[in-house]
């Protein structure tokens, strides 16, 4: 059955959370490398990574995402999907990252302002609800597996696992979803060519 939407995950899919990480080690007045260290002790445990800030005994400090954090395969990526594709992002993000990807793509969303997190199976049902298309015909993309892939399959989508970011890397994708190393294999992975965008299609999530 042919893909309609394509839908991605936020951090360490379209957005390379590096430079991210650093600035919240910096205002929080931690070393870099032991940030790092205990995020990767972590994700290794299966572990949510909010738990680091209870770890190292400091507030999570408020840091965003710019435009000049995009991994350099996403804005082509996205580019290249929209039109055969309603192309949209939500994950569990603040509202705020919403307003960098909204002329980026179709649909947007937020975990924070859906009031809906991942792993959620309700989060995954908003998504479809919002796109107004059967799950099939949905396909989300992540990096995560606990987070994106596993909910993803189980709410009937088609997921596809990207291998990058410490997550991607630990975590084996099940033999259902596609996997990919780059944004630049997705559209010739996708099944099938969904069908050619409506300009009355695109409303925000």
């Known amino acids: ?9 936020i951090g360490e899919t379209l957005v390379d959370e590096t430079r991210l990480w650093e600035q919240a080690a910096d205002a929080a007045g931690v070393p870099r490398f032991t940030l ?10 299966g572990e949510p990574h909010t738990k680091v800030w209870e770890l190292l005994g400091t507030a ?3 840091v965003a995402f710019t435009a000049a ?15 055969p594709y309603r192309v949209g992002a939500v994950g569990n993000t603040g509202v705020e990252t919403e307003e960098l990807l909204r002329p980026l793509v179709d649909l947007v ?7 809906v997190e991942k792993p959620s199976a ?5 998504l479809v609800e919002e796109v107004g298309t059967r799950p099939e015909r949905i396909a989300y993309v992540g990096d995560r597996v606990d987070n994106d892939v596993v909910p993803a399959l189980e709410a009937g989508l088609v997921a596809v696992h990207i ?4 997550w991607g890397f630990l ?9 990919i190393e780059s944004l630049d294999e997705l559209p010739a992975k996708l099944p099938s060519v969904g069908r050619r965008r409506r300009p009355t299609d695109a409303r925000s999530a």
């Open 171 to 179: 975590h084996e994708p099940p033999s259902g979803a596609i996997r």
């Open 36 to 45: 790092m260290g205990v995020l990767g002790g972590l994700a290794a445990r």
């Open 163 to 166: 291998r990058r970011g410490p």
């Open 109 to 115: 969303g937020s975990s924070a302002r859906w009031g």
């Open 1 to 9: 059955m042919a893909v309609e939407a394509v839908f991605f995950d």
């Open 122 to 126: 309700a989060f995954f049902a908003r």
């Open 60 to 62: 999570a400090p408020r």
């Open 69 to 83: 954090d995009f991994y350099p395969d996403a804005r082509a990526c996205l580019e290249r999907l929209r039109g």
